[in-house]
C-alpha cells in the first residue's frame, strides 16, 4: 500500500504533478512567445522595429531571440519559427565590416502589413495590384508578376528615391513570400 505525503487535503504527488504540467506549458523562448505579427512595407519595419541596415544585436534587440541562425562566412541569417516555411528570416551581409540586415524575407500568412491587410493571403496577382493601390506613391512596379522557365515566380516593386525593393511571388511548392530587401 502506497503512502502520500497531504498538503491540507492535496496529496504532495498530486501538486507536484500539476507544478510539472504548468511548468511544461510555459515557453521559454522569448522568440516563441514575442512572434513578430505586424510589417511596415513603408519602411521596412516589423513590430515597430527598424530592421534594415540593423546590426544583428540590434535585430535581435528590437524582435527577440531567434529560433534558428545560419552562418555563413560572407552572410548570415537568423528567423523567427522554424523552417520551412519560416515566419520570419533576416538575412544579412557584412557591410563596413559588420554583418547588417539586407533582406526581410516573409512567409507566414499571418503577418499584417499597416495598410495592406495580410497580404499573404492573396494570390500573387493580387498582392501586386494591392502594393500598386496601398504604395502606389512610394513603390512603383519594376517587373510585373509572372513566372520564368524553371525558376520562382516573381514580381518586383522599387521605392521612389530609395534602394529598397519589395519582391513578391510563389515558390516551386506554392507557398506566398514578400521580400523586403535593399
Known amino acids: 500500500m502506497r503512502e502520500y505525503i497531504h498538503i491540507g487535503r492535496v496529496p504532495l504527488v498530486a501538486l507536484l504533478s500539476l507544478v510539472i504540467a504548468i511548468a511544461a506549458a510555459v515557453p521559454t523562448s522569448s522568440a516563441t512567445t514575442d512572434k513578430p505579427s505586424q510589417i511596415d512595407l513603408a519602411n521596412g519595419y516589423i513590430d515597430g522595429h527598424r530592421v534594415l541596415g540593423r546590426t544583428v544585436a540590434g535585430v535581435t534587440a528590437g524582435l527577440g531571440r531567434p529560433d534558428y541562425r545560419k552562418r555563413g562566412t560572407r552572410r548570415y541569417a537568423i528567423g523567427y519559427r522554424p523552417h520551412p516555411p519560416f515566419f520570419v528570416e533576416v538575412r ?5 565590416g559588420k554583418l547588417r540586415a539586407y533582406s526581410i524575407v516573409l512567409q507566414d500568412i499571418t503577418l499584417e502589413d499597416a495598410r495592406a491587410g495580410r497580404l499573404l493571403r492573396l494570390g500573387a496577382r493580387r498582392i501586386q495590384a494591392t502594393i500598386e493601390r496601398e504604395y502606389g506613391e512610394m513603390y512603383s512596379l519594376s517587373r510585373a508578376y509572372r513566372c520564368r ?8 516593386f522599387r521605392a521612389a528615391g530609395s534602394d529598397r525593393r519589395v519582391t513578391f511571388g510563389r515558390v516551386h511548392s506554392g507557398a506566398r513570400f514578400l521580400n523586403i530587401w535593399r
Not at 149 to 156: I, N, R
Open 92 to 96: 544579412f551581409r557584412r557591410e563596413d
Open 149 to 156: 522557365a524553371g525558376k520562382l515566380c516573381t514580381g518586383e
